[in-house]
């Protein structure tokens, strides 16, 4: 069986030590490819370093995380620009996020925006991070509609509705990570609900670490697990959901096979 993760932090501080030997299990553990999140100037020229030293293997996102939009905004756009031959396989992490206060929410939006654009100009998916923001992050998806965009939700913790509202924006997929495991998740009624074929595994590594692992580390081998969940609520095989989730990350990321 092969999986993909859809989203991780390598470039994290927890994996300062060893990262290479993590993403070295992980793939031992059936995890065929990793797909990077970029956050912003601080550590990309290391995740661009540590993708090349994975190559196939560790794939790179770009782009520049709601929660490093602060008054430098700027700045950072333009340093992340600077990376925009490199390879990535889609615009993320980008969104929205008020989780911590909406003091630069305009600043938050114009970004997004922007970097919504950046995706439509170069044919890539967005990886969209979204949280406590959910009425702006429509605004700002309905004032973009002509671009066409294709992508998936992070992380996703949102209802049915969310998720159908979504689907009016085109192809759209959602992340499920250890999130599901939890007892008290209503998530996982949520993806009773959701079909198969849009929905992609990820860890968020190294946060939200699923059962029976919760207070440790998260990382890319654990992705077995939340599969399993994924499985036992669709009353399928892990194998069925290792294939389908494979193939929906194939295609809306440009994998090779
Ligand atoms: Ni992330």
Redo the contacts with the bound molecule.
Sequence with gaps: MEYIDT???YCDEAFREDASQVIARAEEAGVKMMLQ?D?DSHERAGMYALCEAHRGVLCPMLGL?PGSVDENWRDEMDEMLRWRDRGAVAIG?IGLDYHYGAEYAAQQKEAFRLQLELAAQMSLPVNI?LRDATEDFFRVMEDCRHLGLRGNL??FSGSVETFRRMERYGDWYVGIGGVVTFKKASLAETVRHIPLEKILLET?AP?LTPVPHRGERNDSSFIPLIAAKVAELKGIGIEEVAAVTSSNARSLFSLPE
């Design positions: 989203h991780c932090h999140a956050v995380y992490e991070h992070h992380a968020d946060y």
